[in-house]
């Protein structure tokens, strides 16, 4: 280890960005289930708003996704006095509640788009004839194909796992994918 490595790590022998990311994980489960915005955490474990304590938070999700538990994406909070706050919340696995529905279903929205872009341009690759890799995006394009099929198998989103406004962009998706999937082939 050079001099400077050295210096660089504190009593521990940990960098500086394994200690915030402990202190973030050990102040996030601590305040289990707590709506916490970055300025709550900052103030929590006395690491400024910015980039640095991004970075820690990024890395804590990774680390409870790992666990089993889940660092839950941003949103504004469901707390009328905090409307326009976006905040998160750390959930121990095996808890859930309107919350973590809202957020699984926000995950789900956004897979989704991906999904249909992803199978947008790998088809179009594959049926390219100056592509460099046709047959490897033919295989992607089937794989995004047999996904899109698997989620327009889904019948119906149930109303008692969030709010039908929540559930209506997705379904509309569904929608549209299993109508796409059902029509006869040209050819």
Aim: include cysteine; hydrophobic fraction near 40%.
């Amino acid at each position: 280890m050079s001099p400077r490595q050295i210096s660089s790590r504190g009593a521990m022998g940990w960098t500086q960005a394994e200690n915030d990311v402990a202190d973030v994980m050990i102040w996030l489960r601590s305040n289990h289930g707590r709506e916490v915005s970055y300025a709550d955490i900052a103030a929590g474990v006395m690491i400024p708003d910015g980039p640095r304590l991004r970075r820690a938070v990024r890395v804590v999700r990774v680390i409870a996704a790992n666990r089993g538990d889940r660092l839950e994406r941003f949103m504004t909070s469901t707390d009328p006095a905090r409307r326009r706050i976006w905040v998160t919340r750390y959930i121990r696995n095996g808890h859930g509640d309107e919350f973590s529905a809202r957020n699984a279903m926000a995950a789900a929205r956004a897979a989704m788009m991906s999904v249909k872009d992803m199978h947008r341009a790998t088809t179009f690759e594959a049926g390219n004839p100056h592509s460099i890799a046709r047959k490897e995006f033919e295989t992607m394009a089937k794989a995004a194909d047999e996904c899109i099929t698997k989620v327009a198998g889904l019948r119906k989103v149930g109303p008692q796992v969030v709010r039908q406004e929540n559930t209506s962009l997705l379904a509309q998706m569904i929608a549209d994918l299993e109508a796409r999937l059902t029509q006869p082939a040209a050819g």
